[in-house]
């Protein structure tokens, strides 16, 4: 039921009880009116008749008086001697006065003997009706009591009428109450239903909607503070959806893996890069965290941080992949959830497993040239020097791993530079035929010496490349000087230059041993050698492929290899067209 018809059924109610009440005591002080005014008609009556008995009695008999007396006034007339005897009466027959009870004890004879008036109401069982009685007392010698009597079934019919009178007003009155409690309920009820509704609207979502604030009574003053806390509220909705802005873009543009839980374990909020991270998707909120990974490590490590409530850090090796994330458990407050945040740093330990595996090698390729150079120079100081030939032969294995150090050393600063990005590039158009020619013209004595077969392979109209000279030049060399170095005696090296699409490839090919399977991956790795042994053999740092890759990489280029164990290699660079 709506506050409406609550309202209207109030006042129905208030004014159903109004009538209930009105009709009631309207109906009882009428029908007293009534009797009394019956009482002092009858008493007037009774003081006439009163008259006429004194002036009668002595000439006639009481019971003829009684009786003439009743039919003038209309009404029964009883004559009672003062020792309560009857001595007439106008509704009973004479044979039967003598048999009448004694009526000194009647109320109003009572009353009347010591006041001088009495009346009273009471059931008549003589003549089986209520009936009206008064009494007056007579200033006769015989001291003898009148006594009127009237029934009182006219005034049924008078309260019949009365009856009927009443209730119609009062009908007229309920219906006039109930059509004004309608007005008025709807009148009392429409601006509250307009509040309601533009409530309702508000609370939908709508924006700007407000309520109407006419009137000075408590109702406009309640719409005006509702539109205030309208007007409130959408300033702080506005707020926290700038705010909520702010945070998807903090979230959405961190590297960090960011998730919020409840109390309970049940995600509340995650961010992109923790989808990417962990390989989630579809709507992870609501959901529980056991649900989207299962993973031991994350598990345990949040129930540690569940049991003891403090921050807990660790680090999850995701299965089937190379990813490493660090994990950082911490309360969201008292009792009110938990934030993780996992940072990738699968490169970084990367990085570290390269740095350590740089210093080892860097190590263990300088100890060789060190140890060799410190024993050679220490044999000559104990005595060697006295030995022409043996002296100029250890002086020349010393000034071989001199230069091999030296190399070694280059090369280091040289990969050092290119991963600094400190090397500046001078990026020109190049003609790559010419820049061929000249690195096949700078190895052919170094091939001519190996037995090697070497062969250029250039297009006239090929398009310029965008590349730096030297460091092209220092690709090239390096590619080509590997190539001759693995390639048998009688084998071929060839260097090729074609478009393809957008971009110039440069390929050296050679029919040397080849490349297994499972180092083709890491190749370009510094100090990694297919062939350790030959490769210090001719003097190879294993830097090399390295350096090759970052030059190219600085170029904007690519490098791929092709490889077959003894059927020979190709290293193909794409660069781009000028």
């Not at 009428?30 to 008749?49: I, K, M, N, T, Y």
């Not at 406009?220 to 300033?235: F, H, I, K, P, W």
């Not at 960090?256 to 579809?282: C, F, K, S, Y």
């Not at 609501?286 to 345990?300: M, S, T, V, Y």
Request: hydrophobic letters at 40%; aromatic letters at 4%.
């Amino acid at each position: 039921m709506n506050f409406r018809w609550k309202l209207f059924f109030s006042y129905t109610l208030l004014a159903l009880l109004m009538a209930g009440a009105l009709y009631l005591q309207t109906n009882r002080l009428l029908e007293e009116r009534l009797v009394d005014e019956s009482r002092q008609h009858l008493l007037d009556e009774a003081g006439l008749a009163r008259l006429a008995y004194e002036q009668l009695a002595g000439h006639r008999q009481p019971q003829l008086i009684a009786e003439q007396l009743g039919g003038v006034t209309r009404s029964r007339v009883t004559l009672i001697a003062s020792n309560g005897q009857v001595l007439g009466d106008s509704d009973v027959r004479s044979d039967q006065v003598p048999n009448m009870e004694n009526h000194l004890q009647r109320p109003e004879v009572q009353q009347a003997l010591t006041s001088g008036s009495g009346s009273s109401l009471r059931y008549s069982e003589t003549l089986q009706v209520t009936m009206l009685y008064v009494a007056l007392p007579s200033s006769s010698a015989d001291k003898v009591m009148l006594r009127l009597a009237l029934p009182l079934d006219y005034l049924d019919a008078a309260k019949r009428s009365l009856h009927v009178m009443l209730g119609s007003t009062v009908v007229v009155v309920l219906l006039l109450a109930l059509a004004f409690s309608a007005l008025l309920s709807n009148l009392i009820s429409r601006p509250l239903r307009t509040m309601a509704e533009v409530a309702a609207r508000f609370g939908a979502g709508e924006r700007g909607v407000r309520m109407p604030s006419h009137g000075h009574d408590e109702i406009g003053y309640l719409a005006r503070v509702l539109n205030q806390m309208a007007t409130r509220l959408e300033e702080q909705m506005d707020s926290l959806a700038s705010e909520r802005q702010r945070l998807d873009a903090i979230l959405g543009g961190m590297g960090e893996g960011v998730m919020v839980l409840d109390p309970q374990g049940v995600i509340t909020l995650v961010n992109p890069a923790l989808r990417a991270q962990l390989g989630l998707a579809g709507d992870l909120v609501g959901k529980a965290l056991i649900e989207i990974n299962r993973h031991p490590d994350l598990l345990q490590a949040y129930d540690q941080h569940r049991a003891t409530g403090t921050e807990v850090t660790g680090e999850v090796t995701l299965p089937n992949s190379k990813t490493i994330l660090s994990t950082h458990w911490m309360p969201l407050g008292q009792h009110q959830g938990t934030v993780v945040v996992l940072h990738d740093i699968s490169e970084l330990k990367r990085v570290e497993a390269i740095r350590r595996d740089f210093v080892a090698n860097a190590s263990h390729e300088l100890r060789t040239p060190v140890a060799v150079i410190k024993g050679y120079a220490e044999t000559l100081l104990d005595g060697g020097l006295q030995d022409p030939d043996r002296s100029r032969q250890f002086v020349s294995i010393i000034a071989s791993h001199t230069e091999r150090l030296t190399n070694l050393i280059n090369d280091i600063l040289t990969l050092s530079k290119l991963e600094s990005k400190e090397t500046a590039l001078e990026l020109l158009p190049l003609d790559i035929g010419a820049l061929l020619r000249k690195a096949g013209l700078l190895l052919a004595e170094h091939a001519r010496q190996h037995g090697i077969d070497l062969t250029i392979d250039c297009p006239a109209d090929l398009p310029r490349a965008l590349a730096d000279y030297t460091r092209l030049e220092q690709v090239l060399l390096n590619l080509l000087d590997n190539a001759i170095k693995y390639t048998p005696s009688g084998g071929s090296v060839t260097i090729s230059a074609v478009q393809h699409d957008q971009r110039i490839a440069i390929a050296v090919s050679d029919t040397g041993l080849g490349i297994p399977a499972k180092d083709l991956s890491r190749i370009f790795e510094r100090f990694y050698r297919v062939d350790e042994a030959r490769c210090r053999e001719q003097g190879g740092t294993g830097l090399g492929l390295s350096i090759v890759k970052h030059i190219v990489q600085l170029h904007g280029g690519e490098i791929q290899v092709a490889s077959e164990p003894g059927k020979g290699s190709t290293f193909t660079v794409f660069l781009t067209t000028a």
